[in-house]
């Protein structure tokens, strides 16, 4: 079985300021892990992905994100918000062709 | 983007109705799926497919049927809704299988609301 925790529900920062956003995981087996991100009343957009290649994996719109086994996390920064960042960010993992979302944690940037 | 459209896009009705939701994709992919989003809990798989009449449950089944005769057409009732069922749905397809590196593409979602 596999689950997701994204450790925070809302994540507020201001515009220019650094972004973290939490998951930790679960899976039996060595897993693809994903972050999504959902702008208000739009479907889901893949921001990046890792597949055991680097663990520093580079996304769009200055998204990174780092794999570290032993903590089991991926977590999601980026150096500096903007104000088209805000929305909603899921953490995903895969075992194969099953998707298992994180509950979503909503960022909001303040001007 | 992946052409991946649902439809209806809204859709409001009535405690004990049937209701059928349509996806459509274009890509010619193999896999197809029903996640339904409710606040707090990310998406949930509802069905998914891994080909033409060949269809599976997820995690959140009951109260769901689909069904799948054509490769780019992937349908899911509601053979009697309930409140408990008004959500969002997304539709999503992804390629053939390639292990667990398989991105999943989103369609835009249908917004079903049930009185």
């Known amino acids: 079985a596999q689950s997701v925790t994204q450790l925070d529900s809302h994540v507020s920062v201001s515009e220019g300021t650094p972004v973290l956003l939490r998951c930790n995981y679960s899976?039996?087996?060595?897993?693809?892990l994903f972050w999504y991100v959902q702008h208000p009343n739009k479907g889901l957009q893949l921001l990046l992905k890792?597949?055991?290649?680097?663990?520093l994996v580079k996304g769009i719109n200055g998204f990174e994100a780092e794999f570290k086994k032993s903590e089991t996390s991926f977590h999601l920064t980026k150096p500096s918000a903007h104000m088209s960042d805000a929305a909603e960010y899921f953490c995903?993992?895969?075992?194969?062709?099953?998707?298992?979302f994180g509950g979503g944690t909503r960022l909001m940037v303040k001007p | 983007d992946a052409g991946i459209t649902q439809s209806p896009r809204h859709k409001v009705t009535e405690t004990g109705t049937p209701v059928t939701l349509r996806c459509h994709q274009t890509?010619?992919?193999?896999?197809m799926y029903w996640y339904r989003q409710d606040p707090g809990h990310g998406l949930r798989l509802i069905h998914y497919?891994?080909?033409?009449?060949?269809?599976d449950k997820g995690e959140v089944s009951d109260g769901y049927s689909v069904s799948r005769s054509k490769t780019e057409d992937f349908l899911l009732t509601l053979e009697s809704a309930t409140s408990s069922q008004t959500s969002v749905y997304f539709c999503?397809?992804?390629?053939?299988?390639?292990?667990?590196?398989?991105?999943?593409?989103f369609g835009p979602g249908t917004r079903l609301t049930v009185l």
């Open positions: 890792y597949t055991s290649a680097a663990t």
């Open positions: 995903v993992v895969s075992d194969g062709n099953m998707l298992t």
């Open positions: 899976s039996s087996y060595s897993p693809s």
């Open positions: 890509e010619n992919h193999r896999y």
């Open positions: 497919s891994y080909g033409v009449k060949d269809t």
């Open positions: 999503a397809i992804s390629d053939e299988d390639r292990g667990s590196y398989n991105e999943q593409f």
